[in-house]
């Protein structure tokens, strides 16, 4: 069953970059869809929240191991580049952007050339040459509520996160680095194994000591966590000590796609209560089982189970762009309106603005 095989960045990415993931482009993207409501879902601006992308690892970090092994690979700037998350191809959405730095577990065809933390600091070093070279353009928030202003200037609102705290390796401290660099969200494991617990591919070991010290540190440093790629056990783990609410940032429902980095409904229903909110990704091992290309309906059939689980509230965003693999009808950024519109008229505007953008912003305290 697909749900138990492995997963590696690789097998995910394939082919995925490139010509092909510009194809999304070129999909038919009516401008005044009818809402439920019977009103046009292009009469008010559009505002997205994105929980999760690999943008900055899929081209800052490109020269090194193992995204040099990958078939394909990105070019270019935030602004402007050949991958699927690119400023200048956002049209008049206004858009808030969580760039994920992910880090390497070095197992299976994972491993890096330099050290966890090294690989961090490298990331974290290219991100800030484009806040400087793309300024005009986009903008770190380094706190949820700078969001609003910027996008009020016309700028895309960076947000820094960590995709597997495999960097915790040199020590609980790298929290303190991960306040001053401006991280809001941070994750706990990729798919393999670290020093603070396990993934997906390790589903019967849980978070280590040191795993709940971070989760702790997080917490003191207002730093919300992210449960995604998390095994069950350890999620379970993290729910039975967190103080405060966290984040599924890019995880869809188990109940549709027998995955194990879904989420089941009984943790669906533990980020809810704990107050937190869980991203849908466009991944389409993630949508449909068997990895094939989706349709719309299926895709939105993961948010309609969560509204049927009282998740009006809890459903967001976490795309997985330029980490995954999208159908092209909906992997490039350009096709977000064509998204908006469709789920307009599939729920109606109220829930799909919520959808998009008012509960990722409610929860972390932008109203």
Not at 56 to 65: E, K, L, N, P
Not at 86 to 108: F, H, K, L, T
Not at 125 to 148: H, L, N, V, Y
Not at 167 to 190: K, P, R, S
Request: net charge negative.
């Amino acid at each position: 069953m697909r749900g138990n095989r492995c997963i590696t960045r690789r097998a995910l990415l394939g082919g995925a970059f490139g010509a092909a993931a510009l194809a999304g482009a070129a999909c038919s993207t009516p401008k005044s869809a009818q809402t439920g409501d019977g009103a046009t879902a292009t009469e008010q601006p559009i505002d997205f929240f994105d929980m999760h992308a690999d943008t900055i690892d899929a081209i800052g970090m490109v020269s090194r191991a193992p995204y040099t092994t990958f078939p394909d690979k990105l070019s270019g700037t935030l602004v402007q580049n050949n991958g699927q998350v690119s400023a200048d191809r956002m049209g008049d959405v206004r858009w808030a952007q969580c760039y994920a730095i992910w880090i390497p577990d070095n197992e299976g065809d994972e491993k890096a050339d330099i050290s966890a933390i090294d690989w961090y600091r490298e990331a974290v070093t290219w991100f800030k040459g484009q806040m400087e070279q793309c300024g005009d353009r986009i903008e770190q928030a380094r706190s949820f509520s700078d969001t609003p202003a910027i996008l009020d200037a016309g700028k895309v609102a960076a947000v820094r996160t960590v995709e597997n705290a495999a960097c915790l390796d040199a020590g609980l401290e790298v929290v303190d680095e991960f306040a001053e660099d401006g991280v809001l969200i941070a994750g706990v494991t990729w798919n393999y194994r670290n020093v603070l617990g396990s993934g997906n591919n390790y589903p019967d070991e849980g978070l280590t000591d040191l795993g709940r010290e971070y989760l702790a540190a997080l917490e003191e440093h207002g730093i919300v966590a992210d449960v995604s790629h998390l095994n069950e056990k350890g999620f379970w783990e993290l729910e039975s000590v967190a103080t405060k609410p966290y984040v599924a940032t890019h995880s869809n429902a188990r109940s549709l796609c027998n995955h194990l980095r879904n989420l089941t409904d009984d943790q669906f229903r533990a980020i809810a209560d704990r107050g937190g909110i869980v991203g849908l990704n466009f991944n389409d091992g993630f949508v449909r089982e068997g990895g094939c290309a989706y349709t719309f309906e299926e895709l939105a059939a993961h948010v309609e189970h969560w509204l049927d689980l009282n998740g009006e509230d809890v459903i967001a965003f976490g795309s997985d762009r330029d980490g995954a693999a999208i159908p092209t009808w909906l992997a490039d950024c350009s096709s977000q309106e064509y998204l908006f519109e469709r789920f307009s008229e599939h729920l109606g505007e109220q829930i799909t603005r919520k959808l998009f953008f008012e509960n990722a912003m409610r929860f972390f305290g932008v109203q």
